[in-house]
């Protein structure tokens, strides 16, 4: 079982920066490997991928949409994900969710992962 908190959420202008950070419970990062993801939900939009990476951190991806602009990072000492966004924008106003899938291969399919977090707030105004 594996526990996911998120949290660094907030209300910003556009151009603004955050970073998200996402606990992870020590069960799941003292006994196997994890490749860890970010996903969004929009206003009336289904829900959406962001970032992956994987248990060494040396392969990531991103969607489209955020290349750029954000970067995922985790720190596996810390049992903590991270997601530094810049340059945001009104479109990147979602709930953010970080997910965890027990694999060494990252994927951007949110039926891969098996555990995820409450989610945290992001709200940018124009």
């Known amino acids: 079982q594996v526990q996911l908190v998120e949290s660094g959420g907030g209300l910003v202008q556009a151009g603004d920066s955050l970073r998200l950070s996402c606990a992870a419970s020590?069960?799941?990062?003292?006994?196997?490997?994890?490749?860890l993801g970010w996903f969004r939900q929009r206003p009336g939009n289904k829900r959406e991928f962001v970032a992956t990476i994987d248990w060494t951190g040396g392969n990531r991806d991103y969607a489209d949409s955020v290349k750029g602009r954000f970067t995922i990072s985790r720190v596996n000492v810390k049992k903590t994900l991270y997601l530094q966004m810049n340059d945001l924008k009104p479109e990147d106003t979602a709930v953010y969710c970080c997910a965890a899938r027990r694999s060494v291969v990252v994927s951007t399919r949110d039926a891969d992962y098996q555990y995820w977090g409450q989610g945290t707030q992001v709200t940018v105004s124009s």
């Open positions: 020590e069960r799941a990062f003292g006994t196997y490997t994890y490749a």
